[in-house]
């Protein structure tokens, strides 16, 4: 019934939208189509890729990735600070000298104490962030000026690169330690006017003399589209940007093919993969289980879900390209080993009922059926959830659900920001958590540990290695599939960059009629 209420809805996006009245984007703005509003517009809980995507337009951090694809946009270089840190020989010791000169978008100078302010709602017990963290090593740090000094505890080699994640934004010394979604930032545009559920405008900062160079004047964001009106208006010139389900990329796929101007496919470090909610009776203790679903999937029927060029099927926790990444399969990435399944799975149902947590379109519901059937297959009944909001409830500790349907990625470019994320035990909290197999293992724990104290590509084969072990023996999770950004614009558009670790450069898009 929830499927076939998607279907519904989807069928009624393209009636209502057709019938409608057509609104013609403005000439000097980017207009950006979404189905939901954003959880969250502070910097500090910014999570999901859409949310990186506006962060990225507004915010300016002491580092930072540049507005470039390919290899050159993961090379991390100085933003606010006038050069990467000094760093002790003890790497215990960072130093940021910040260039004189920049403003929030309210006037107001950026100061050293403008970090340390965004350092302190990273570990409000009140926002919970979950930047938290990021900064577990740091001991103390210290504003004096344009100089910032920050200590650790003990050596963190990905310490910078975790500098340049959006929770760090430059912000006002009085920003609250609590959710605040229209708070000045220092990038290239700024929060102008927000309506929630309805719209969202940036408009350029006046204040911004960084490297980037936008010309969009204003990003329009509009809220409430049906996921089969966005392919519409997209090709009728109605918005400019917008995430179009699998089905309709296929379409316009066959449509602009070879027009890389409109169309684009990037490989990204994007992972999919089953959340199996280690804290639930059916799976809490009972790794024999979770060793079967991996055994059970059909990785090629869910990839074929996510259309031409979507992904790769995959059963690893790191993503090719990715430091770490080794090129082995614990389980069946070409079909599913059902023999091998059961035989994990026998003794082990414990009643065999499970409660699936899928978001609520069609695609999320497609998968959810391809993933029950295959456990149908060892014995497991599964009822799937589609509910507005319930896969948002996962991150909540407590959540009554055993299988979650999660896309995620590394925050930056380092193994640790994905193991760390997913592994990790310590990281769980009340809400807000990343880690929603509740997966806590005090092993692991110091396997993660001793593999950061390493360095180079002996610390990069300590955390793939780990990775692969955990798969092979408590497989909290099930991964099925590594993949691609898949990017369409109107024909107004006239410059799309896809930056490898953000996502679309919205303030660096251009219009053809500008």
Partial sequence: MAVLAVVILAFLGVVLYKGGRRQAPPKDALVVTQTQDFASLDPALAQSREAWELEYATCAKLVDYPATGGYRGTRLVPEIADALPRISADRLTYTFTLRPGW?????????????????????????????????????????????????????????????????????????????????????????????????????????????????????????????????????????????????????????????????????????????????????????????????ALDRPALVRLFGPDGAIPSDQYLPPGLPGYQAQHVYPVDGPNLAKARELARGHLRGGHAVFLACGTQDCAERAIVVADALRKIGLKVRIDTSPGQITLAGVRGTRFDIADVITRPDYGDPYGLVDKLLDGRVIRAVGNSNISYYASPEVNHAIDAAQRLEGVTRDRAYGQLGIEVARTDAPLAAYAVLNARVFVSTRVGCITYQPVYGFDLAGACLSSA
């Fill in 103 to 295: 403003h929030l978008s309210d006037g107001s100078p950026v100061t050293a104490r403008s970090f340390t302010r965004a350092f302190e709602r990273a570990r409000s017990a009140d926002l919970v962030s979950p930047a938290e963290p990021y900064l577990r090593e740091v001991a103390w740090w210290k504003a004096h000026g344009r100089t910032l000094t920050i200590h650790l505890r003990t050596p963190a080699p990905d310490f910078t690169q975790r500098l340049a994640l959006p929770y760090f934004c430059a912000v006002p010394d009085w920003a609250p330690d609590k959710q605040s979604d229209t708070l000045p930032s220092a990038g290239p545009f700024a929060i102008d006017r927000y309506r929630p559920g309805r719209s969202l405008v940036l408009r350029r900062n006046p204040y911004y003399h960084g490297s980037r160079r936008p010309t969009l004047q204003r990003i329009v964001y509009r809220f409430g589209a049906f996921s089969s009106q966005i392919r519409l208006e997209l090709e009728q010139g109605d918005a400019d940007y917008g995430v179009v389900t699998p089905a309709a990329f296929a379409g316009l796929a066959e449509r602009f093919k070879n027009d890389r101007r409109h169309l684009l496919v990037v490989q990204q470090p994007t992972v999919a993969y089953l959340a199996l909610n280690t804290a639930r009776p059916l799976f809490e203790d009972n790794p024999w289980l979770r060793r079967a679903i991996n055994y």
